[in-house]
């Protein structure tokens, strides 16, 4: 059966075979399933742990859409994503 969500995870997703999903979508929205906590957040900087990793999104005007155990959503005017 056609999934939407996977098909656009497969196409857009940057994480490849790590313990979390990305979907980054127009600059404006990241979508993560996988998240371990939030280490950092304000309105240019939003830093969270994966199980081996951490991620930092900066930007401006960031805010916080979502966030679950495992789920958390940003959006804004996200200019950079670095994986450390």
Partial sequence: MFNFFEEIKKELCFSGQD???CVFIG???LYVEGHKGLV???N???MFKTK???LSVSGTNLKLKVLSKTTLSITGDI???EVN
Avoid: A, F, R
Wanted: charge should be neutral; charged fraction near 35%; glycine fraction near 6%.
């Fill in 44 to 46: 240019e900087l939003v």
């Fill in 27 to 29: 600059g404006t929205v």
């Fill in 40 to 42: 950092k957040l304000s």
């Fill in 79 to 81: 200019e950079h994503i």
């Fill in 19 to 21: 313990d979390y999903q």
């Fill in 52 to 54: 081996k990793k951490i």
